[in-house]
């Protein structure tokens, strides 16, 4: 199958940029599933296992799509209706949460079941990644703090949450994706000095910060469309301990973590409990690696292929995205 990967960004990432790499690595595993992959994105972009277009932003996006294509795999909306103005099979995978009225496009596929049924929907492909990147755990590192990975700066992610927990539990917290000091959303300084910024890290850095850790401290306060955050720690060793909103507890069963609304629910369990790390990286290891999101995918381009559609009636929004109870 040819399959196009259509993205408004350019790939690979070093730092952050989730679905980016998601991105990447769907198209790498389908290459070596022995399919033929070509991108369609930002300048910027170089890549080895695959052709590489540039998005033109100045151009109809429709007059860019190669001719030899038999599935265009978009990774947001565009602006014309894919439904009536394309005549091409189609997939697009709505990687966040849509809010209002908007109607999606009949092949819309969600990156939970979650994600899926609260917007009208049963299909969904969970996100994967390619492990072998990763590189090896070190099972018998020390492990001297819990971390915090995310956008700091964006409130729902709770990193001040996050901050209350370690602080009650007694614990050093190093928050990957954020700074001591912000002012993107209102004024935030943290003063103690267990709690470690390190800033947007990525490659090596990370993967040092999250082998080196006993957990990952995550009480979002919204429905988490699907969470790297949680697989890619996990994939360490390191259990879970977060807020039980959108596709949390599908990624998080109660062998990898505790997922509660309450700070001390979740500061009591990170001393009180404990987790079989080589568990939590098999988990990520087996659940969530490129190859079972690319079949997932597959089935998703063939149905489509053969003429169908992924649903029967327009996804959109059940529900206004509010921001959810943490005490």
Known sequence: MRVLLVSNSFIPVFAYGGTERVIWDLGQALVELGHEVTYLVAAGTSCPFAKVLEINPAVDLRLQ???????????FNPTFDLDADFDKPYVVTEHGNTAGDKRLPLNSNFVSRNHAQRHGSEQFVYNGLNWEAYGPVDFELPRRHHHFLGKAAWRVKNVTGAIDVALEAGVRLAVLGGTRL??????RFTWSRKVEFHGMVGGQQKFQLLNASNGLVFPVRWHEPFGLAMIESLYFGCPVFATPYGSLPELVGPEYGVLASEREVLAEAILSQSFDLRACHQHAVQSFNAKKMAIGYLEKYQKVADGDFLSSIHPQALERDVRLPWA
């Open 65 to 75: 799509i190669p001719v030899d294509i038999d599935i265009v795999h978009f990774q």
């Open 182 to 187: 912000n002012l993107k959303r209102g004024f």
